[in-house]
Structures are given as structure tokens and as C-alpha cells.
């Protein structure tokens, strides 16, 4: 049990503040049972997750879709759709800054080539190119989003690190003041990629794809496409008595270079953005 969580990103720390302790219900008790689900296919297996209210993190589950779904159906779909956005949201935002990242890339899809309209073709395309920059860049690390256009078109955007192999070529166009690359290995579309200089910046970017009519289209499907190696964060939990609480985020204030709180009905959570470390 806790009610604050530091995260060590390489590009400066963060500390979140929640109004209660984490895994309880408002009323104090466990939750037990959870109340939000996801099935994903990943490398060709269908695998169902359970999110773990204890570590706010999705566990494989060892069960089908079918087996979580209560039969009465009394569900809240909408907040579950909430739910599930926000923890890809959540989960896509911390490998983003739990790694150091190279370039920002843009993927789209020629029409004559790929149905850019239908999300499960993209999807599939997608896999094809990721696994040619894995043999092409054995040491290739990728963190990759879709983003459904308002025209309907899916295209894909991503940070890359350890892929200088994949063959870069200057546009001859700038973005302000970074020159912007295409992509020689990518063959599917058009390509865009940006040297990234500001890797905290760009993180809180990417999640901005995560939106609630990209969740509606791909229920049961992958929202998020990461490497392997990539790095993950080391976090630290603490329980704050009520006393400390007040004297603990008035420090926290004072040396954040950020700060900001969201939550639900039930939880809110003060956010610091820190520069470096803080003591526990």
C-alpha cells in the first residue's frame, strides 16, 4: 500500500502524490476483484491481461477474454473504454521516458499499397517494417503509437533509438530548425523522421496519439508497439501519514519544474516534475 510513487526517468524525476492510499476503493477496501480487462495479440498469440489495481499495471491473465467478462453484463462500458485508454496512455508515457531516444518517426501508408483505411492491414504492415529494422539494427529500440486520422487513414508515429542503419536521407525540408529525414528502408508510405533534442518534450508527445476513437476502433488489438530491450524506470513506493503529506508536497513544490493534477471520482493525483533527484 501507498500513496506516493517515484519514478527515476533518465530525463529528470517524477513524483506522484495520490489523495488515497493505491488498491483501495474509496471505502478502504481491497479491490479484489478487477474491474477493467484487456486482450491483445502479441507475436501471433492471443494473450489476455487483468489490470492489477495494487501495481496499476496489466498482468498476463491465464483465461480467455470470455472468462473476465461478468455474464450479467453490468459493466460500465464507458468507463471501462476510459479506463483502458488511460492505462495505455499510462504505459506508453512511461517507456517513453524510461528510455533516452534518438529520432521521432512518422509512418504512412500509400493507399495503392496498404489498406490505410482498415487498422488490422496497417497493423500487419507495421509488423513487417518492425521486424526488418530488427534485422537490419539487431540493437534497435522502438516505441511505436498509431494515430487514426481524421480522414479515417491510419499512420503510425514512434521513437527510435540505436537505428542509424535503417538508412536516413536528408528531405532537403526543415522543421524549424531540425532537417527532416525520410526513411530509404521504408517502402510501405511515406516517412518522416526528426533528431530528437529534448527527450522529455517528446515523451509527453507521443501519448497525445492515445485518443478515445483510436480505443473505440481497436478493441481487443494492440494500441502500442515497443521493443524488447527497452529500459524501464526504477520506482520507489512510499505511505505518507496525514500529517507528513502537507510539508512532504510543499518540498516537492518547491522544487518542481512542473506540476499538475488529474485523477476521477474516487483518486486524484498531484504530479512533480523534477529536475533531478529527491530524496525519498
Known amino acids: 500500500m501507498y500513496n506516493v510513487k517515484l519514478y527515476k526517468y533518465p530525463a529528470g524525476w517524477q513524483v506522484r502524490v495520490y489523495s488515497r492510499p493505491v488498491g483501495f476503493r474509496a471505502d478502504g477496501e481491497p479491490r479484489d476483484v478487477p474491474e477493467v480487462w484487456d486482450c491483445f495479440a502479441e507475436d501471433g498469440d492471443t494473450v489476455a491481461y487483468r489490470y492489477n489495481p495494487y501495481t496499476q499495471c496489466r498482468e498476463p491473465f491465464g483465461g480467455t477474454l470470455a472468462t473476465l467478462v461478468p455474464e450479467d453484463g453490468a459493466k460500465d462500458p464507458d468507463r471501462s473504454a476510459k479506463s483502458s485508454m488511460c492505462r495505455t496512455k499510462n504505459r506508453v508515457y512511461y517507456l517513453a521516458r524510461s528510455n533516452v531516444w534518438d529520432w521521432f518517426v512518422t509512418l504512412t501508408f500509400d493507399p495503392g499499397k496498404v489498406d490505410s483505411m482498415c487498422y488490422d492491414a496497417c497493423v500487419s504492415k507495421l509488423g513487417s517494417f518492425l521486424r526488418t529494422c530488427r534485422r537490419k539494427c539487431p540493437d534497435v529500440r522502438y516505441l511505436m503509437v498509431p494515430e487514426h486520422h481524421k480522414s479515417g487513414r491510419f499512420h503510425f508515429h514512434g ?122
Request: hydrophobic residues 30%; aromatic residues 12%; glycine residues 12%.
Open 159 to 280: 521513437l527510435f533509438a540505436g537505428c542509424d542503419s535503417l538508412g536516413f536521407l536528408d528531405s532537403g525540408k526543415r522543421d524549424g530548425r531540425h532537417v527532416v529525414y525520410n526513411i530509404g528502408s521504408y517502402k510501405l508510405g511515406f516517412s518522416t523522421a526528426t533528431r530528437i533534442d529534448d527527450n522529455r518534450k517528446v515523451t509527453q508527445y507521443i501519448g497525445k496519439y492515445i485518443t478515445k476513437e483510436l480505443c473505440a476502433v481497436s478493441v481487443g488489438r494492440k494500441r502500442y508497439w515497443a521493443s524488447r530491450n527497452l529500459a524501464e524506470a526504477e520506482t520507489e513506493e512510499y505511505f505518507l501519514e496525514g500529517s507528513e503529506r502537507e510539508p512532504y508536497c510543499n518540498g516537492l513544490a518547491d522544487m518542481a519544474v512542473y506540476m499538475k493534477e488529474f485523477g476521477s471520482d474516487d483518486i486524484t493525483v498531484q504530479c512533480y516534475e523534477l529536475g533531478g533527484d529527491v530524496d525519498g
